[in-house]
């Protein structure tokens, strides 16, 4: 079964300094419909001011990855980390059993534009660990990269939930491909640009939930960033 969420769909919250798309029920924006899907809890599409930003704040027991499309996000946290990431660095934090951080667009001139994802971890309480990585449009171009996984496998980062996503970029010609096990479902999510999947036409903002399908298919691209996420199936 395929079921296309369309980009206008999505909640939308305009705080001035930030303006958010909401793929999921999130703070004052709740759709019955669309609370999370598998393990997948939160997807924002983020645009943060220049020198605005989200001060210290807490999170438990969820997985929470940035990945950014431009500008610069400062990070910092209750673990020690701090640091400030560009377009195709990607950074992961497992909150557990509770850390607290802060998210901050250092510019004076330009915005910073980034989704926000959060993912169920696989139990409570876990130690909160933190880390980064860039993948380079390389990694992506015309492939599925690997970005987060259980095991870290094939240069990933680690995701503390049975869950693989993959980052990739396609134009033209270019076509890719995800077979998906028995008991495994997907959601695609579009970046930017247009792109075909399993024959639905796309643009970016969209999404496509795969249930009980044998793959993801990728094609027809235009100036295409996708994110694909390969998820176990929940009650």
Known sequence: ML???HA???GYADHGWLKSYHSFSFAGYHD???????????INEDRVAPG?????????????FSYVLSGE???????????SIGPGRVQIMTTGSGVEHSEFNHSTSEPVHF????????????TPHYAEKDFTDADK?????????????????????????????????????LALADGRQSYVHV???????????????DALMLVEEPGVTLEHGEDAEVLVFDLPTIS
């Open 3 to 5: 079921t296309i969420r």
């Open 8 to 10: 206008g769909e999505r």
């Open 32 to 42: 019955p419909k669309h609370v999370h899907f598998s393990v997948l809890r939160v």
């Open 52 to 64: 605005q930003g989200f001060g210290r704040h807490g999170h438990q027991d969820m997985e929470i």
């Open 73 to 83: 996000l400062g990070h910092r946290d209750t673990l020690g980390n701090g640091s």
């Open 115 to 126: 989704l926000q994802i959060w993912l169920f971890p696989r139990e409570r309480g876990l």
């Open 141 to 177: 171009r015309g492939r599925l990269c690997l970005i987060l996984s259980p095991d870290g496998r094939d240069g990933s980062l680690t995701l503390q939930q049975d869950a693989f996503i993959y980052a990739s970029l396609l134009d033209a010609d270019e076509r890719v491909e």
């Open 191 to 205: 970046v930017r640009g247009k792109v075909s999947v399993n024959g639905q036409a796309l643009e970016g903002g």
